[in-house]
């Protein structure tokens, strides 16, 4: 055995190779802290949710805009339905006190990049 082979037999024995190397990957669960200090609806302002109902509403009606003069295929179609949904289930939330989180309304008002825009 050359002196490199040597020297990785007996990094391996050091190591202790008599138990089994892992392999693969291991993805983390969530940490429950970081999910406990998403911001809530609840933590706003009278003046925050009335401008995060406006936002909301602007975002309605260009997804209408939008679901109405890009294209009149089924799909796209329905991704605006859906997003529309999703933004009227929000405002309801929004009205009626319910809590939820905001990132919630940022999926919502995000593009459904369904259309070239």
């Not at 037999?9 to 190779?17: N, R, S, T, W």
């Not at 302002?45 to 089924?74: C, F, N, T, V, Y």
């Amino acid at each position: 055995m050359g002196m490199r082979k040597t020297a990785i037999v007996a990094l391996l024995a050091i190591a202790g190779v008599s138990a089994p190397l892992q392999q693969g990957v291991s993805f983390a669960q969530g940490a429950p802290a970081a999910m406990a200090t998403e911001a809530m609806a609840s933590s706003l302002s009278a003046a925050d949710k009335d401008a995060l109902m406006k936002k909301l509403a602007e975002a309605k009606k260009h997804d209408r805009i939008a679901r109405a003069g890009w294209s009149q295929e089924p799909l796209t179609q329905a991704t605006y339905d859906k997003k529309i949904d999703e933004i009227k289930d929000l405002i309801a939330k929004l009205k009626s006190g319910e809590d939820f989180p905001l990132s919630a309304a940022d999926k919502a008002m995000a593009s459904p990049k369904s259309a070239p825009y």
